[in-house]
């Protein structure tokens, strides 16, 4: 955990990483994204009384059989754990997408308490907690681990891709989570971005 006058500098510092996510650089040096479990293949079921807008999706690689398993919190406002940066290559936090396009989500993660990268990012329907998809957290990103002054996290760097038309229409809402097996923790992201879903 950082104390105030660590978290200051690191917020600091990251004031170019943050600007740099916004114009939608990625600064992974990997040109081949990684492997990731997107809506395509994932199953989660929707909280009892709701209704599942999106396809089943494999939560296994999570280690669990069921999103209830999963404890979902919030960071302390002292602790940087990663950033939601961009979808389609822009870092705005508002987007119209297409029912017919495809959706692409990057960013990046960190355990903090663990010095280590996450293993995950869950990304969900912020108000169900129901999952849409799962990226590997592995793609280089030199820029993070300069900013926090931590070669632990230089492959910090997450990124998936899946359908748009796996959404509802409309408004929508999108939240990452820095993922932990060993503890089955999400950790929220900074950055919730919002889609307008259109036919």
Request: positive net charge; hydrophobic residues 40%; aromatic residues 6%.
């Amino acid at each position: 955990m950082l104390n105030r006058a660590k978290f200051l500098g690191v917020v600091s510092g990251l004031a170019v990483l943050v600007a740099a996510c916004s114009d939608s650089t990625q600064s992974a040096t990997n040109t081949t994204p990684p492997a990731a479990d997107t809506a395509a293949n994932v199953s989660a079921s929707a909280p009892a009384g709701q209704k599942n807008t999106t396809p089943a999706i494999n939560i296994s690689s999570l280690g669990v059989k069921d999103v209830g398993e999963i404890k979902f919190q919030t960071p302390p406002a002292t602790v940087l754990n990663g950033f939601f940066d961009a979808v389609n290559n822009s870092g705005s936090l508002k987007h119209n997408v297409s029912k017919n396009g495809t959706i692409t989500l990057t960013g990046w993660a960190i355990i903090p308490e663990k010095t280590k990268t996450a293993e995950k990012v869950i990304i969900t329907l912020p108000d169900s907690n129901q999952i849409v998809a799962i990226a590997n957290v592995n793609l280089a990103r030199p820029d993070v681990a300069k900013a926090i002054k931590n070669p632990a996290y230089k492959n910090a760097g997450w990124t998936t891709s899946f359908k748009a038309n796996t959404l509802p229409a409309g408004r929508v809402l999108l939240r990452a989570w820095a993922y932990d097996p060993a503890t089955k923790t999400a950790t929220g992201l900074k950055n919730i971005h919002e889609l307008t879903v259109a036919e």
